[in-house]
Nanobody, 123 residues
């Protein structure tokens, strides 16, 4: 069974940085999947932030975070990270690690979810 355990959220002042982590387990060795991060604010549907493919280091970023956030994966492939720099108050949200079996890194990686980690950016 696929399990995603996300962590790393917290309270930070605007302009600061946080790094989110997602520990991944349960995928078969030959599975191809996209994994990354979604975020949700009150009254809004989850927004795709970034994803990376299991097979390589191809990444996709939402325009709202390009140049500020970086998604990466460790060498073992069992942890993905979202480095968030130059945080803005509008980045405040619950951030979810999410994944899906797919051959494309896109915004539809919503089959598996972590529990979410709260990021609060103060002004």
């Amino acid at each position: 069974e696929v399990q995603l355990v996300d962590s790393g959220g917290g309270l930070v002042q605007a302009g600061g940085s946080l790094r989110l982590s997602c520990v991944v387990s349960g995928f078969a060795d030959d599975d191809e999947y996209a994994i990354g991060w979604l975020r949700r604010t009150p009254g809004q549907e989850p927004e795709g932030i970034s994803c990376i493919m299991s097979t390589d280091n191809r990444t996709v970023y939402a325009n709202s975070v390009k140049g500020r956030f970086t998604l990466s994966r460790d060498n073992a492939g069992n942890t993905v990270y979202l480095q968030m720099n130059n945080l803005k108050p509008e980045d405040t949200a619950i951030y979810y690690c999410a994944a899906a079996i797919t051959t494309d890194c896109n915004g539809n990686y919503r089959d598996y979810w972590g529990k979410g980690t709260v990021v609060t950016v103060s002004s």
